[in-house]
T-cell receptor, first 111, second 116 residues
Framework: QKEVEQNSGPLSVPEGAIASLNCTYS??????FFWYRQYSGKSPELIMF????GDKEDGRFTAQLNKASQYVSLLIRDSQPSDSATYLCAVGQNTGNQFYFGTGTSLTVIP | DGGITQSPKYLFRKEGQNVTLSCEQN?????MYWYRQDPGQGLRLIYYSQIVNDFQKGDIAEGYSVSREKKESFPLTVTSAQKNPTAFYLCASTPSGRAFDSYEQYFGPGTRLTVT
């Protein structure tokens, strides 16, 4: 069983602060890593993807990958109330083109 | 506009009835997937298809069936054998169905099925 673990939260941060979301995975053969945002009752929306070790920045979002530690994180700078959602970590395998999802971290940004 | 459509958005059925959920994409994606999401849970893979006329079971395929007769369509049937069918069902697709390719998944809006 390929596992993807996330803290379920809830994580609360004040508006303007940095929110840090973490994810670990069990399969060392994992090749691709994704962060999705899911608002209540809606489908997941892709925010970031990362394939190589290091940081990848896109606007207020930074994804960090450390394959040696089997760890991927998402930083949200200048958090806004509209960032309040559940964030899903997904891990892709290089065989069979399958994806494995964590249970998600609930984030609340307090105005 | 390119995208993935799922219909209907809400679906109600009586226990013991089979029901088919529609998923259509016009993104020209090769691979398509069906997931189930229960409250407070992550996504669990039901079935996936990497190419037309071929599909594989995911982690929770029991009680479900699929077909992939056309590249753009991947309907899911929830049969009466599925013990707890009430859930949020999500269809997704990726550009490539080939192994060793890594592409992000795009999701449809979902169908919320309630069985009573």
């Amino acid at each position: 069983q390929k596992e993807v673990e996330q803290n379920s939260g809830p994580l609360s941060v004040p508006e303007g602060a940095i929110a840090s979301l973490n994810c670990t995975y069990s399969d060392r053969g994992s090749q691709s890593f994704f962060w999705y945002r899911q608002y209540s009752g809606k489908s997941p929306e892709l925010i970031m993807f990362i394939y190589s070790n290091g940081d990848k920045e896109d606007g207020r979002f930074t994804a960090q990958l450390n394959k040696a530690s089997q760890y991927v994180s998402l930083l949200i700078r200048d958090s806004q109330p509209s960032d309040s959602a559940t964030y899903l970590c997904a891990v892709g395998q290089n065989t069979g083109n399958q994806f494995y999802f964590g249970t998600g971290t609930s984030l609340t940004v307090i105005p | 506009d390119g995208g993935i459509t799922q219909s209907p958005k809400y679906l109600f059925r009586k226990e013991g009835q089979n029901v088919t959920l529609s998923c259509e994409q016009n993104l020209n994606h090769d691979a398509m997937y069906w997931y189930r999401q229960d409250p407070g849970q992550g996504l669990r893979l039901i079935y996936y298809s990497q190419i037309v006329n071929d599909f594989q079971k995911g982690d929770i395929a029991e009680g479900y069936s699929v077909s992939r007769e056309k590249k753009e369509s991947f309907p899911l049937t929830v049969t009466s054998a599925q013990k707890n069918p009430t859930a949020f069902y999500l269809c997704a697709s990726t550009p490539s169905g080939r192994a060793f390719d890594s592409y992000e998944q795009y999701f449809g809006p979902g169908t919320r099925l309630t069985v009573t």
